[in-house]
């Protein structure tokens, strides 16, 4: 709780109850949940949070790089924390719809390279879609029936 406050504290963001409960929250669900998902989970023992305070507290939280976003299924945001995740990229399975975290390097050449036509690469962050081993495992089992 103390590191949570500290965390938002150092970004020059308010440390109100609400954000941290909220940071509190991303940082013991790290499925990638989206704001609907937070918000759902968190009115259950805060019931006097709003969607809106929500919504607002993570665009908040992006802009100062506390957690990130990530478009990668195309239709919704999940969000994750930046701290103690560290660089990695992400596998969405169009089966299962889970977002998993890829630990591996990035072997596209892109990644490689500090700047691409001039432009200074701060960061950059690969998302793969496919399907998933344990959705590759079930298909097959349930061929093999
Ligand atoms: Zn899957
Ligand atoms: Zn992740």
Do not use: W
Not at 23 to 29: A, D, G, K, M
Not at 75 to 86: I, Q, V
Not at 109 to 122: A, R
């Amino acid at each position: 709780m103390n590191n949570i406050k500290n965390l938002i504290d150092d970004k020059g963001v308010k440390p109100t109850y609400h954000r941290i409960k909220i940071l509190e929250f991303l940082q013991n669900n790290k499925n990638h949940p989206t704001a609907d998902k937070i918000y759902e989970e968190i009115v259950k023992y805060i019931p006097t949070i709003s969607k809106t305070t929500v919504y607002n507290t993570l665009k908040i939280f992006v802009e100062k790089e506390i957690i990130e976003e990530l478009t990668i299924t195309g239709n919704e945001t999940h969000y994750e924390l930046t701290e103690d995740t560290g660089p990695h990229h992400h596998f969405y399975c169009t089966q299962c719809k889970t977002i998993f975290d890829i630990e591996a390097e990035c072997n596209q050449e892109c990644s490689k390279k500090n700047d691409i036509d001039g432009n200074k690469v701060q960061s950059y962050q690969c998302y793969y879609k496919g399907i998933c081993c344990n959705c590759l495992r079930k298909n097959n089992n349930e061929m093999n029936n």
